[in-house]
């Protein structure tokens, strides 16, 4: 499996919360998330976090097929609590946390794991591209995300409706994200398929997925082809640009494309 990447922060001179790497056949993605207050509950950052993550679950990664991809992601969420729960308040509602999406070739298949509001989209011969979400992030914070809108950025309101959209974090009824409780991983979303059912599979933080929703500048279909013709980077410079012109906060932005599968 041959993997191409490119990770980049919102803007110049601020620190990249996302992270992405590769292990002979396997692929990492994880989209680290903090809200206003972290720092004053973790002394690491968000950073830290999904980079320590990505890092650990990569390190797994090595063992067999028998091992599965969501089992991997509680050990390596269970490592990350223990290395910083001494120091920080893991448990805190403004905790780091994380969404993950990961793919590995074993045993004749492609595994995949998403969790949270990361994108994994499958390149499937001669039909159209399997994408692989979790919409229940999306359904929970829409309405809070509409309120957040109309408020100044960092007041106390915002502030406290921030706060209120991440308390349904990790809780039934709410959304699941990599953050401080291992059982988490037992709500990603999983499957597989045979390695000759397989092309391409492309990872995409929510940040480098707007190229599609919300700014409609491709379909998934034309995300696999421009991946395939010009790479990840062109993905990141076109969600830029469209940041650029519609006035909207910028966000990291991070692409995995993994090619040389078994039906390639």
């Keep these: 499996m041959r993997v191409s990447m490119t990770s980049e922060a919102a803007r110049p001179g601020r620190v990249n919360e996302d992270f992405t790497g590769a292990v002979p056949g396997?692929?990492?993605l994880v989209d680290g998330a903090g809200i206003p207050g972290t720092e004053a509950v973790c002394r690491h950052g968000v950073a830290w976090y999904a980079g320590l993550l990505g890092g650990s679950l990569l390190g797994l990664l090595s063992r067999g097929p028998e091992h599965s991809l969501a089992a991997l992601l509680a050990e390596a969420v269970?490592?990350?609590?223990d290395a910083h729960r001494d120091t920080c308040d893991v448990g805190a509602p403004t905790a780091p946390s994380a969404a993950v999406a990961v793919v590995r070739t074993a045993a004749g298949y492609v595994d995949h794991l998403v969790l949270g509001d990361a994108f994994l989209v499958v390149d499937v011969p001669g039909g159209d591209p399997?994408?692989?979400s979790d919409p229940r992030e999306e359904a929970v914070c829409r309405p809070y995300r509409s309120a957040l809108a109309t408020l100044p950025e960092g007041g106390d309101a915002y502030r406290r409706v921030l706060g209120e959209m991440r308390a349904n974090r990790n809780r039934r009824g709410g959304f699941w994200v990599a953050k401080d409780d291992p059982r988490a991983a037992d709500e990603a979303v999983t499957g597989s398929r045979p390695l000759s059912e397989v092309t391409g599979v492309a990872l995409l933080s929510n940040g480098a997925a707007r190229i599609v929703d919300p700014f409609g500048l491709a379909d998934w279909p034309e995300v696999l082809a421009t991946l395939a013709s010009r790479g990840p980077q062109d993905i990141v410079r076109r969600v830029r640009q469209a940041e650029a012109r519609?006035?909207?906060?910028?966000d990291d932005a991070t692409v995995a494309y993994c090619?040389?599968?078994g039906g390639a």
């Design 26 to 28: 396997a692929a990492v």
């Design 78 to 81: 269970d490592r990350v609590t």
């Design 130 to 132: 399997a994408v692989v």
């Design 246 to 250: 519609r006035a909207v906060r910028a």
């Design 259 to 261: 090619t040389g599968l």
